[in-house]
């Protein structure tokens, strides 16, 4: 009988996320200007430090999407751009298999990542991601919101009814009324798991940053930003509906990278 991923997530969390990780060899980059590849454990993970970054640097943690690569969120989606113009460090990492573990694993397997680097700024360390990887963005948000002062996500929401961690956390995401991969209005997705409606997840996140305004804008035609504000330490939601968008990284009507990285240098831990 299939088992619905989705429904697997909260249970997974609590048990997974209380397992420390063993210690292991670690290979961690310099902090001169290039894409470099580091270790954990023998898994490898991307870091692009542009020549623009001044040390200690605002840091993005960026989660691909299923069976993709950790260079497709450095190279694919503008963030390389946003990098090199704003003077922030990109990090990578790889999922096993191409396929992100919501366990615990892959959590303790990023946080090694932050506190092997010594380029970053612990006060301005972020988390944006790509279908499953903005899954696995938002299972950050609720395990580790002390960890990335805000996060970013693209083409998959959820939600966790038992977060570990209460915080509040800053959030900005977008999805594509035409996704046939991870479905606006929820449901099947293309790998069989079960998504949630993109819109009430985002409003569940409000309720649980305690947010007490809403305001519905029109952006672009076929762009609506949904926005909650007023909310508890400052954490504001904001959800673009993109009518007729695909699963795709925006790069067109709006830039997702650039919206992005202006939303989230606002936050500081």
């Known amino acids: 009988m299939r088992r619905l991923w989705i429904l697997g997530l909260c249970a997974a969390v609590v048990l997974g996320l209380v397992a420390a990780a063993p210690l292991a060899r670690t290979e961690t980059p310099n902090c001169s200007p290039g894409l470099h590849t580091g270790f954990v454990e023998g898994r490898p993970y991307l870091v692009y430090i542009p020549a623009s970054a001044r040390m200690p640097a605002p840091t993005i943690v960026t ?3 299923r069976l993709q690569k950790a260079i497709s969120q450095i190279r694919g989606t503008g963030l390389k751009q946003v990098a090199e113009r704003e003077g922030v460090l990109l990090v990578a990492p790889q999922a096993r298999g191409g396929t992100w573990d919501f ?3 892959d959590t303790t397997f990023t946080g090694r990542i932050l506190d092997d680097l010594s380029c970053d700024d612990p006060h301005r360390t972020y988390a944006s991601g790509m279908s ?6 938002f299972l950050q948000g609720c395990a580790e919101p002390r960890r990335f002062a805000a996060i970013g ?9 038992k977060c570990v961690q209460p915080d509040p956390v ?7 009324t035409a996704d046939r991969v991870v479905p606006f209005a929820g449901g099947l ?7 949630p409606p993109a819109q009430a997840t985002m409003r569940r996140w ?6 007490r305004q809403y305001v519905r804008t029109v952006v672009e035609p076929g762009v609506t930003l949904h926005d909650w504000d007023d909310c508890a330490q400052g954490a504001e939601v904001r959800f673009y509906r993109i ?22 240098a606002h936050y500081r831990l």
């Open 243 to 264: 009518r007729g968008g695909k699963h795709a990284w925006p790069r067109g009507r709006i830039d997702a990278s650039t919206l992005m990285w202006e939303f989230f």
């Open 170 to 176: 800053p959030i900005i995401a977008f999805h594509g």
């Open 63 to 65: 989660f691909h999407g």
């Open 206 to 211: 409000a309720a649980h940053n305690r947010c």
């Open 132 to 137: 499953m990887g903005s899954a696995m963005t």
């Open 153 to 161: 996500g693209v083409g998959f929401e959820i939600f966790l009814p």
């Open 189 to 195: 997705t293309a790998s069989s798991a079960t998504a």
């Open 103 to 105: 366990r615990g694993a």
